[in-house]
T-cell receptor, first 110, second 114 residues
Framework: GQNIDQPTEMTATEGAIVQINCTYQTSGFNGLFWYQQHAGEAPTFLSYNVLDGLEEKGRFSSFLSRSKGYSYLLLKELQMKDSASYLCAVRPGGSYIPTFGRGTSLIVHP | DADVTQTPRNRITKTGKRIMLECSQTKGHDRMYWYRQDPGLGLRLIYYSFDVKDINKGEISDGYSVSRQAQAKFSLSLESAIPNQTALYFC?????????????FGPGTRLLVL
């Protein structure tokens, strides 16, 4: 089966940098997604990685290492509004059906 | 105006009833998806469609059916609702350009099956 692991909860200080890790074990690989979801709201797409390396989008960056089955989401210059759940999802090889992790609840405090 | 809309936003129904959840998009995307979200279980894909008349089962399609009669519309039906289908349902669209996929989610439909 497919397995996605990410920490359940993290806390960080406003203005700081936080790295949310995601490790996966899947049958092959066909892309990794990161989403942000505020409580009671729809997920917001953050990034899609299919090749190794770092993708940067403003304050958010996502990194992928396919050989290590590892990704991280890096959030810089944290703001209070970044308090949310961050979901990692992986598509196994030859499939468009993603497996989602259970999400990391990030709490940003002043 | 929202690019991906869902109706209804909230629905209460009884066991055994047939209900339909509608999704519409103005983004012109070919790819559309239906997910459900349960507390502690994350998102799970129910069905997806890459074009009009194209229908593919996701991880948890049993008890559900879909219809993609137009590029802009993707409907999810529960033929005979049961209580464990109580969940938050999201529709999403995506585009795929230069090996980069970007997804857009609707606001969600809260469904309660009594």
């Amino acid at each position: 089966g497919q397995n996605i692991d990410q920490p359940t909860e993290m806390t960080a200080t406003e203005g700081a940098i936080v790295q949310i890790n995601c490790t996966y074990q899947t049958s092959g690989f066909n892309g990794l997604f990161w989403y942000q979801q505020h409580a009671g709201e729809a997920p917001t797409f953050l990034s899609y990685n299919v090749l190794d390396g770092l993708e940067e989008k403003g304050r958010f960056s996502s990194f992928l290492s396919r050989s290590k089955g590892y990704s991280y989401l890096l959030l810089k210059e944290l703001q209070m509004k970044d308090s949310a759940s961050y979901l990692c999802a992986v598509r196994p090889g030859g499939s468009y059906i993603p497996t989602f992790g259970r999400g990391t609840s990030l709490i940003v405090h002043p | 105006d929202a690019d991906v809309t869902q109706t209804p936003r909230n629905r209460i129904t009884k066991t055994g009833k047939r209900i339909m959840l509608e999704c519409s998009q103005t983004k012109g995307h070919d790819r559309m998806y239906w997910y459900r979200q349960d507390p502690g279980l994350g998102l799970r894909l129910i069905y997806y469609s890459f074009d009009v008349k194209d229908i593919n089962k996701g991880e948890i399609s049993d008890g559900y059916s879909v219809s993609r009669q137009a590029q802009a519309k993707f409907s999810l039906s529960l033929e005979s609702a049961i209580p464990n289908q109580t969940a938050l349902y999201f529709c999403a669209t995506s585009d795929f350009v230069d090996r980069q996929e970007t997804q857009y989610f609707g606001p969600g439909t809260r469904l309660l099956v009594l």
